[in-house]
């Protein structure tokens, strides 16, 4: 599978949880297939997200087309609004 979404079942911020799910909804009505990553499961799945986006303190939502780092929620956002999210997910 090529895309990935790095997200958290387990945080306290509002904003954090409202982004996920935008993410999701926009993927799912683009009818675009996806691996969901739980960085909740441990430390070492964190790490290998804020590796992989080449940023240390890089939190969920973060996507990535294998292991190629796309963009965090406010770049898949503009990939949104410009219409070029496959583009954006390297899907194109």
């Known amino acids: 599978m090529g895309v990935k ?3 958290t079942t387990v945080t306290a ?3 954090v949880k409202a982004q996920q799910a935008q993410v999701i909804r926009i993927l799912d009505s683009k009818s675009i297939q996806y691996e969901l990553i739980d960085i909740s499961v441990g430390g070492e799945v964190r790490n290998e997200m804020r590796t992989k986006a080449g940023n240390p303190s ?8 294998e292991d190629q780092y796309c ?3 406010e770049m898949f956002s503009e990939a ?8 954006f997910l390297k899907l194109a």
């Not at 890089?58 to 087309?65: G, M, R, T």
């Not at 949104?80 to 583009?87: G, I, L, P, R």
């Open 58 to 65: 890089a939190v969920p939502p973060q996507l990535f087309n």
């Open 5 to 7: 979404l790095y997200y």
């Open 71 to 73: 963009g965090n929620y």
């Open 13 to 15: 911020s509002r904003e």
């Open 80 to 87: 949104v609004e410009a219409d070029t999210v496959e583009q």
